[in-house]
Each structure stands twice: as C-alpha cells, then as structure tokens.
C-alpha cells in the first residue's frame, strides 16, 4: 500500500474535481466521486481520484490501454466495488445503497456497452422493450409505439427492428444498443467506446447522432474514447486518466497541461490532424 | 405541477378543436393516462381519432420522449400537427418524435392453409440441407482421416490424448455407478420373474445377455452422448461464435483435422473402453444382487457365467462401441460447425446434438441386431 500513499499529481496543481480550470460555476453536479481507490489484489487502479460530471454536457473519458478508464466506468455505474470513496450520481451516494433506492437510480441512466451487450435472443425491438415493460409497465400497443420511435430516432430503419442482433452489421448493432440505453428516457448517458470498430464515417455520424439526441433530449453523457475525432468534435470536456487520477478540462486547457502523456496524446499526428480538420469544420 | 397526474382535455380556439396536455408526461406515468383514456375519462373519449389540428402542450410538467409520443398518439396527431410547448427543451423534444414517428402498419393477415404449407416447405427444404450438409463433413472427415493415415503427424497425438483424458478417464465414475445399478435392477427383476418357474438361477443368463448385448454399450453410449457429445457441440460452437473457426481456418489449419477428428478418434477409441468397464460393472452389479436375492455367491455368478453364456454376447456389444463413438463425435463435432453468431444458437444445436446422437446410436442398433440376425452370433 505505501507506496501508493504520495501524491503522484501535486494536489495543489488541480481545482476541485480534478479539474485544471475551475468550472463548476454554480453548474449542477451530475456524476461526483471523491477520493475514490480501486485495487485488484495488489493492483491499484485509481487512487484518491476526483471526478465531477456537470449536467447537460459531453464529457469524454481518456487515458492509455490499461489505464483503468472502463473500469472507471464500470465503478461508477455500480459493476465495481470500489475499495474506498464516494461515488455520488444525481445527488445519490451509491455505497451501500439498498436495492430499492439503486433500482430507482438505474431507471435514470442509459448503459451503451462496447460491443452492443444486445441480448442475442431477442429482435431489436424485443431489446428495447426489456426495460419497458419491466419498468415502466405499459401496454402492448404503446410498447411497440415507443419501441418503434426510438429505433428511428438513432436512426434505424424500421425492418431493423425485427432482426435479431447476430443479424445487424456493426454499426447497426451500436444505434440499436444506444435505443436500448435510451428506452426509459434517461437523463444519464454511459457510452463504453461508442465508435470503436467503426469505420471514420459511421463514426462520424454516430458521434453526430450522440450530439444531437443529447441536446434535443438535454442528456448528460458520459463516455469512455480512444478516438480523439469523438473527443474533438463533439466532448465539452475531456477527462484524462493520468497516475491512477482524473485530470479534467477543455481541449484548450488540456493542450497546454504539462504532462508527457498528454503532450504525446492531444500533440501526436492524430491529434493534430484531428484538431485540424474541427477547425476547418468550425471556419465553415 | 411537480407531479400531476398527465392529463389531456379538448378545448375550442377559434372554432377550432385544441387539445390541451398537462402534468408529467414521462415513460413511467403515461400508464395512468392509459387507463384513463380507455375508460374515455377526462380525454373526452378522443383515443386515436384524429383530426386535431392543433395541441397545446405549454402546460405540460416533465416530458420526455414517450411521453411526447404518447400526446401525439392519443391525439390521433401526425408528423403535421401543429405544437405549442414550452420553448427549449419541450419544443425540440416535440420536434424530435414528431420527425421519427411513424404509424404502425397492421400486420397482413395470413390464411392457415399459406402458413402452414410455408412451414412444411421450409422444414422440407432444411431437412434436405441438412441431409447434404451431413454428406458433405463426413465426406470431409474420411478425406482428412485418409490424408492423416499416410501422414501420421496429421493425427494430432497430444489433443487426442487431452480428449481421452476428458471423454474416457473423467467418464468411469459416472459410467461405472450407472451400470451397477442397471444390474442390480436388472437381476432383481429376473430372480423375481422367474421365481415362478423356479428357474430363478437363469438369472445369471438373463443379466449378462442383457448387459454384454444391449444395455452395457447402449447406456454408456447415451451417457457419452449427454456429457461428450454435448460438450463437443459447445465447445466447437463456442469457438464458432468468437470467429476462432475463422481465423483458424485463415492461418491454414483445417479445423476438421484440428478440431474434428481429435475428438473423433478419441472417442472412438474411448467407447470400447468404456463400455467394456460398463459391461464389467453391470455384471459385477448383477452378481451383487444374486448374492443378496439368490444365495449364490459371487464367485458362483461368475462360474455359471463362464459356463453357460457364450463370449459372442459380449463380442456384440464391443463390437458396436467403436461404432457409437464415432457417430456421437461426428454428430457432436457436425452441429458445433453449424453454430452461427449468437449463444442461442449454442443452445439450439447443443440440444439437438444430444437428440440426435442418442437418435443415431438407437438406429444403429437396431441395424446391428439384424446384421447380427443373418450372422447367427
């Protein structure tokens, strides 16, 4: 454990939540963890990590292979058990939190996994009725109605809801993954490497779809990236796993961050590149 | 307003019909406005009619994609609708399902007689598939197996031996008990029937040409069947979903010769194994019982065993062994093949690997107690 103790970030360089530039600004807090330690036996994963999610923004969660950013995810959504800390989502701690009061937290957040987590027996629509019906107890008829409105609305085409999962392309199977994660409406969004496997244009337009249902439906979004084009062009703020901590911030202030990691991440070729183009886009 | 019941009044504006919602309209309360308009309370009976020209939503508490829909639908509204609602998120929430909704189109219906000649066509057409598929593999395993035989580093020594490990030493235990007891039923049964003619001594004829003929291989064949065949057809299948098959297959490995025939020739080498160990534990099971139920000591089954029952009654059954072994892994090996993408498919053709293995070894059975008919054994 000792060695783990000292600070590997100088405290006093971040604000609070592991932010470089303070932004709370009386904003709502979404998502809130403090000091927050994972360990696999001896494996320290995080260690006194701070994090804060703000309502109603993008924000993408970076780091290299083997930094812990799924295993982040997967504490805050409760698949871990973190060995110390608070995880606090929509003003509830989830420690200890009984089975009640966790199921009525789950209704209120959307889970995109990375490779779909479609369940292979059912069609598309079959999947996004699952919650429904379980949650929200509606009828047949309705439950088709909404089914067949959130298949269009990430942009499937309607015979695609018929289908089952091993019978979608990759794409296919990430939008019907994200209209499951949107069945109850939820305010929270977890999205596991959305665009992974994708070529540049679906993801392009995945990312686009994410950016827009997010503003139409006022969605705080919360996703784990290695594509730095996601990160670019549709992330408010971007929160980098550095030394078992988070370092949060813009792309303005995250490329002035002195860190060597960051530095070869955001400054690399395709970084570069990928700011490059924004840009042009932006111009437009 | 926090939580108010939805609700959906008609009005006039202008000469005009207006509907006004109000309340929270999320997906978890609109099941209460369900039940309300189909009592035709408070909604004026207006499910589904059509005609609205105008909804006023402006009223409207928390909203949320279902609940939008819910007011179009309950409004008989279309994508033209015009909609009041509150600026910001309402409006474009509104905007957003009013773009992607669509009615549902019924269901054409279908007469009996077209459904079920359709179904009977494509069962035909799948049986028949299947009967070329068959062909096919065992055409592919003999190949192989020709093939292996001039190259006998083809033949994969060390999988063949971790399957022998699996299918024949893990199985004694199971086999072994299981054989025990079916001679033990079956010589209480005997001595019991033919109590009666006071013949009960033949006892001792009746359990060993049951067991060395029929029941010793027949019951470790179901039990291989159950526990290896099975296991065949998940693990193949499994592979078969992780595009493991495929990517063997891209590196020139044959996944017949890598996959298919170690488990082939293991277990056809184990059967006989097996159902010799079977045939030993169900005698040993029958002489226990004539111990008990016949004043007859172990050492005198064994006796009268050698004397009166003829060693072909146990050659039959051997014989057949090799052969349920290689129809259970083929059967087991064939459907792991077929598995296609998901791990219900697994399922499915775990299942129906067992059911026909067992289908197999019973026909085949058959077939060698007529061979052994005409060859008078």
Known sequence: ?284 | MADAEPTLREAERAGQPVLEASGVWTVFSIRHVQRLAIRGERTGGIRRAGGVSEIDASKVGRLDTAGALEILTLAGAGPDTKVTAQEGAHADLFKLVQANMRTPEPDRPVSWLADALERIGYSWADAALHAVNLCEFFGEVVVTLVRAIFQPRRFRINAIVRQMFEVWLRALTIVGILCFLIGVVLAYQSVQQLRAFGAETFSVEAVAIAIGRELGVLLTAIIVAGRSGSAFTAQIGTMQVNLEVDAMRTMGLNPIEWLVLPRIMALTLSMPLLAFWGVIAGLLGGAFACSIYLDFTVAQFFERLRDTVGIWNFYTGMIKAPVFGFIIAAIGCYEGLQVTGSAESVGRLTTKSVVESIFFVIVIDAIFSIIFLFADV
Not at chain 1, 20 to 28: A, E, M, N
Not at chain 1, 235 to 257: F, N, P, S, W
């Open chain 1, 1 to 284: 454990m000792g060695e783990y103790e000292k600070e590997p970030l100088s405290p006093g360089q971040l604000q609070e939540g592991g932010q470089i530039v303070d932004h709370r600004d009386g904003q709502d807090v979404v998502i809130r963890v403090r000091g927050l330690r994972t360990q696999f036996g001896d494996q320290v994963v995080h260690d006194h990590l701070d994090f804060d999610v703000f309502r109603g923004e993008v924000c993408g969660l970076v780091g290299g292979s083997g930094s812990g950013k799924s295993v982040l995810l997967r504490t805050i959504i409760g698949l871990n058990h973190p060995r110390a800390g608070s995880i606090e989502i929509l003003g509830t701690n989830t420690r200890g939190l009984h089975s009640n009061a966790l199921l009525k937290l789950q209704r209120r957040w959307g889970v995109l996994f990375q490779d779909g987590a479609l369940f292979s027996s059912l069609t598309v629509a079959e999947n996004i009725m699952v919650p429904l019906r379980e949650h929200a107890g509606l009828d047949e008829e309705t439950l088709w109605e909404v089914a067949a409105l959130k298949v269009a609305i990430t942009g499937l085409s309607p015979d695609a809801a018929c289908k089952t999962p091993s019978e979608l392309s990759g794409g296919m199977r990430k939008r019907a993954a994200l209209a499951r994660a949107l069945a109850l409406d939820p305010e929270l969004l977890f999205l596991d490497e959305p665009t992974a496997g994708l070529d540049p244009i679906s993801a392009g337009h995945f990312d686009q779809l994410i950016r827009s249902l997010q503003k139409s439906l006022g969605l705080t979004v919360l996703m784990v990236t290695h594509d730095i084009d996601s990160l670019v062009s549709i992330c408010d703020r971007i929160a980098v796993l550095l030394d078992k901590r988070v370092v949060v911030g813009t792309m303005d202030e995250l490329l002035k961050y002195d860190h060597p990691w960051v530095k070869e991440y955001f400054h690399g070729p395709r970084g570069r590149a990928a700011r490059k183009e924004q840009m042009a886009a932006d111009g437009k």
